[in-house]
């Protein structure tokens, strides 16, 4: 028998995400580069269900606009009910990279409305996520990488490869963007890409990119059953506005952790790092009397600062 085409297989690899993981809308917005990864999606989003095209322009780069209203073009011929360009301004928060990809989901929420998000992210991306976390050392969470479905987020295909969304657009005619900051060896994500990947898979015989999503699907599962456990064990260590050091204590440090780091999620920080957490952890298994722990969030103005008092955690804050 004849292999399906790309497209078609792109097709049933989206008719199955949704069947599992159904947005529960009749229509849906996908956020398009005009890559071919997000070209790809749009095609066969469109043909499924009525489709709103969202384009954000960074304009990190000359000529943006025209590449946006180039992509806008092509959800519109694609069978797009709706196509809009989103133009962001870019800061410079956690480098880059970050702070692009802020802007980006932070103007995709103001204008998806209520409609879920596809995002076209691939297993490619998938592995490098995951390698990314393994470099920064920030724990399971980081290596889990992406979520499938993480509302309003769906990322239909995180289990097929970048090569498959080329071919489509081969298929389909298409000629996608191509971002020069996808081979620009600045970035570190393009060198995990160009570099570290080929030479893992050359060393270890193949297979690598499947592998590492395989481990953050693995991971996501057991995060999922260790949060769950967390948040029993949050609700069962708050008295007033603190944590009972008592209870907290004698938590498995894995869960522990979690519900600290969910207790300091709920208080408005934001960014939390590994290190933060195992220090406010500190407070818990070795106190000596040490200070109150930083941690970044709050109101404007104001520091966020988790402390003990006698047998509680509590947090507070006080003026920059």
């Given at each position: 028998?004849?292999?399906?085409g790309?497209?078609?297989?792109?097709?049933a690899?989206?008719?199955?995400?949704v069947?599992?993981?159904?947005?529960g809308?009749t229509?849906?917005?996908?956020?398009?580069?005009?890559g071919?990864?997000?070209?790809?999606?749009?095609?066969?989003?469109?043909?499924?269900v009525?489709?709103?095209a969202?384009i954000?322009d960074?304009?990190?780069?000359?000529g943006?606009g025209?590449?946006?209203?180039?992509?806008?073009?092509?959800a519109?011929?694609l069978?797009?009910?709706?196509?809009?360009?989103?133009?962001?301004?870019?800061?410079?928060?956690?480098?880059p990279?970050?702070?692009a990809?802020?802007?980006r989901?932070?103007?995709?929420?103001?204008?998806?409305g209520?409609?879920?998000?596809l995002?076209?992210?691939?297993?490619?991306?998938q592995?490098?996520?995951?390698?990314?976390?393994l470099?920064?050392?920030s724990?399971?969470r980081?290596?889990a990488?992406?979520?499938?479905y993480?509302?309003?987020?769906y990322r239909?295909?995180l289990g097929?490869?970048?090569s498959?969304?080329?071919r489509?657009c081969?298929?389909?005619g298409?000629?996608?963007?191509?971002?020069?900051?996808n081979?620009?060896?600045?970035?570190?994500?393009?060198?995990?890409?160009?570099?570290?990947?080929?030479?893992?898979?050359?060393?270890l015989?193949?297979g690598?990119?499947?592998?590492?999503a395989?481990t953050?699907?693995?991971l996501?599962?057991?995060?999922?059953?260790?949060d769950l456990l967390a948040?029993?064990?949050?609700?069962?260590?708050?008295?007033g506005?603190?944590?009972?050091?008592?209870?907290?204590a004698?938590?498995a440090p894995?869960?522990?952790?979690?519900a600290i780091?969910?207790?300091?999620?709920?208080a408005?920080?934001?960014?939390?790092?590994?290190v933060?957490?195992?220090?406010v952890?500190a407070?818990?298994?070795?106190?000596?009397?040490?200070?109150g722990?930083?941690?970044?969030g709050?109101p404007?103005?104001?520091r966020?600062?988790a402390?003990?008092r006698?047998?509680?955690?509590?947090?507070?804050?006080?003026?920059?």
């Amino acid at each position: 028998m004849d292999r399906p085409g790309a497209v078609a297989e792109l097709t049933a690899e989206l008719r199955r995400f949704v069947g599992d993981h159904t947005p529960g809308d009749t229509r849906w917005c996908v956020a398009l580069s005009g890559g071919p990864d997000s070209l790809a999606l749009t095609a066969v989003a469109a043909a499924v269900v009525p489709t709103t095209a969202l384009i954000v322009d960074h304009r990190l780069q000359p000529g943006s606009g025209a590449v946006a209203a180039a992509a806008r073009d092509q959800a519109i011929a694609l069978g797009c009910v709706a196509a809009q360009v989103l133009c962001v301004d870019v800061g410079t928060a956690g480098g880059p990279e970050a702070a692009a990809r802020s802007a980006r989901y932070a103007a995709l929420e103001q204008a998806r409305g209520r409609q879920p998000v596809l995002l076209a992210h691939t297993l490619d991306d998938q592995a490098e996520t995951v390698l990314l976390g393994l470099g920064r050392g920030s724990g399971a969470r980081s290596i889990a990488g992406m979520r499938p479905y993480d509302p309003p987020w769906y990322r239909p295909f995180l289990g097929v490869r970048r090569s498959l969304t080329e071919r489509a657009c081969t298929e389909l005619g298409l000629t996608p963007w191509r971002d020069p900051h996808n081979t620009d060896a600045r970035f570190t994500r393009v060198r995990l890409r160009t570099e570290v990947l080929p030479l893992l898979e050359d060393v270890l015989g193949g297979g690598v990119a499947e592998a590492l999503a395989r481990t953050a699907a693995a991971l996501q599962q057991d995060g999922d059953v260790l949060d769950l456990l967390a948040g029993e064990a949050l609700d069962r260590a708050r008295t007033g506005d603190g944590l009972a050091v008592t209870e907290l204590a004698g938590l498995a440090p894995a869960v522990r952790r979690r519900a600290i780091r969910a207790w300091l999620l709920a208080a408005g920080a934001r960014g939390l790092t590994a290190v933060q957490i195992h220090a406010v952890d500190a407070l818990v298994t070795a106190w000596r009397g040490q200070g109150g722990v930083a941690v970044p969030g709050g109101p404007p103005r104001e520091r966020l600062f988790a402390g003990r008092r006698g047998e509680q955690l509590i947090l507070y804050r006080e003026p920059v």
